[in-house]
């Protein structure tokens, strides 16, 4: 089945520091959304993508559709220490055609020391 | 506008029994979906409902089922609960028409004694 590969698994950063992480399929999807995910929280999307090739920004994020369609990735510029926290891709499932069925990547915890 | 709400935040329940989770959607919102997580396996699908309807399910047993009321809210059940189902259960809601963007609410930690 469709399967959603994020690296790295995890990251430990300085404050001040430029995060990158990806998401690799191999399968096409034409939607990418980045979630975060806080402790004891649900994932709050951070960023939805559509097109290939598209680059998206949201404040210090950058998230942008790889142009093969099989890839996509986030970029924390200038990270703080409230970017901690679980990073997700996720993109609906091939024949889910307007349905809620998305399926998720494993995650990049992010920690950020002071 | 209000965020997803799900009730109760946290159960804890003895195996065999049977439980009920709750999940209002934002206002407007009439596509729910329903995701249950654990360390080993992830965030995996459930299934969704839009407009009463199921609209499509995940690969889960029979125990899990679900139901959605005229007003968009949705519950989930599990029945004959196992050790295994023990998880945070999370309830996502979409706006009507061609998005798949969801927003999530916090969740029900459910623990299986």
């Known amino acids: 089945g469709q399967q959603l590969n994020q690296s790295p698994q995890s990251m430990f950063i300085q404050e001040g520091e430029d995060v990158s992480m990806n998401c690799t399929s191999s399968s096409i999807f034409n939607t990418w959304l980045w979630y975060k995910q806080d402790p004891g929280e649900g994932p709050v999307l951070l960023i939805a993508l559509y097109k290939a090739g598209e680059l998206t920004s949201n404040g210090r994020l950058t998230a942008q559709f790889g142009i093969t369609r099989k890839d996509s990735f986030l970029n924390i510029s200038a990270s703080i220490p409230s970017d901690v926290g679980i990073y997700f891709c996720?993109?609906?499932?091939?024949?889910?055609?307007?349905?809620?069925?998305?399926?998720f990547g494993q995650g990049t915890t992010l920690q950020v020391k002071p | 506008k209000a965020g997803v709400t799900q009730t109760p935040r946290y159960l804890i329940k003895t195996r065999g029994q049977q439980v009920t989770l709750s999940c209002s959607p934002i206002s407007g919102h009439r596509s729910v979906s329903w995701y249950q997580q654990t360390p080993g396996q992830g965030l995996q699908f459930l299934f969704e409902y839009f407009s009463e309807t199921q609209r499509n399910k995940g690969n889960f047993p029979g125990r899990f089922s679900g139901r959605q009321f005229s007003n968009s809210r949705s519950e989930m059940n599990v029945s004959t609960l196992e050790l295994g189902d023990s998880a945070l259960y999370l309830c996502?809601?979409?706006?009507?028409?061609?998005?798949?963007?969801?927003?999530f609410g916090p969740g029900t930690r459910l623990t299986v004694t």
């Open positions: 996720a993109g609906p499932t091939s024949g889910s055609s307007n349905t809620g069925k998305l399926i």
């Open positions: 996502a809601s979409s706006p009507s028409g061609v998005t798949y963007e969801q927003y």
